[in-house]
């Protein structure tokens, strides 16, 4: 098993364009998160998804974020527009339960200028 | 409001030495306590666990202790090696979010 796969790896973008971050979990987890890793606020849980749905997005900054889960092997992030307070690196992480056993990916580290 | 404090952003232990990273929480209603081990541009692994009926649970070098009385759980790492620098994550369970993180600890081991 690959384990959980993030792309891209680096993103570097300017303010006001859209940045779209991609997951594909590993096969047969029913659940999958979003994290963003910054120094101030360590690591927080954006939106997770049970079986393709979301479940809880009341980590999901603003309006600006929104993440899509259409088939079990597939998730995005969106941010539209992006803004450099959004430079953080965000982790997929995928797991059979809600409270452990969580795999996470290399995540994708996101710069906005 | 933070329900998960790492209240050292860094800790340098001399190699062959006790590590101890502490987390402390808020909720009492978390059942389960976790830590991540994180290496630079890599995700968290998870490194070993302990659950509310527990107050101790062990793997190798690694140890975790809960006290929760006082709400803490600890990670002890003896004897400390190069390879365990890293960030290292406490994170807890129970509550309606999945996983709770705290912001994480430094560990440096100095040779």
């Known amino acids: 098993d690959a384990g959980v796969i993030q792309s891209p790896r680096h993103e570097v973008t300017e303010m006001g364009q859209e940045v779209t971050l991609r997951c594909k979990p590993i096969s047969g987890h029913d659940y999958l998160f979003w994290y963003r890793q910054t120094m101030m606020r360590g690591l927080e849980l954006l939106i997770y998804f049970n079986n393709n749905v979301p479940i809880d997005d009341s980590g999901m900054p603003e309006d600006r974020f929104s993440a899509k889960m259409p088939n079990a092997s597939f998730s995005t992030l969106k941010i539209q527009p992006s803004e450099p307070r959004d430079s953080a690196v965000y982790f997929c992480?995928?797991?059979?339960?809600?409270?452990?056993?969580?795999?996470f990916g290399s995540g994708t580290r996101l710069t906005v200028v | 409001d933070q329900q998960v404090k790492q209240n050292s952003p860094s800790l340098s232990v001399q190699e062959g030495r006790i590590s101890i990273l502490n987390c402390d929480y808020t909720?009492?209603?978390?059942?389960?306590f976790l830590w991540y081990k994180k290496y630079p541009a890599e995700g968290p692994t998870f490194l070993i666990s302990?659950?509310?009926?527990?107050d101790k649970n062990e793997d190798g070098r690694f140890t975790v202790f809960l006290n929760k009385s006082a709400k803490h759980l600890s990670l002890h790492i003896v004897p400390s090696q190069p390879g365990d620098s890293a960030v290292y994550f406490c994170?807890?369970?129970?509550?309606?979010?999945?996983?709770?993180f705290g912001k994480g600890t430094h560990l440096i081991i100095q040779p």
């Open positions: 909720n009492s209603m978390f059942d389960y």
């Open positions: 992480a995928s797991s059979l339960s809600d409270s452990y056993g969580y795999t």
């Open positions: 302990i659950s509310s009926i527990k």
């Open positions: 994170a807890v369970a129970g509550g309606a979010d999945g996983l709770t």
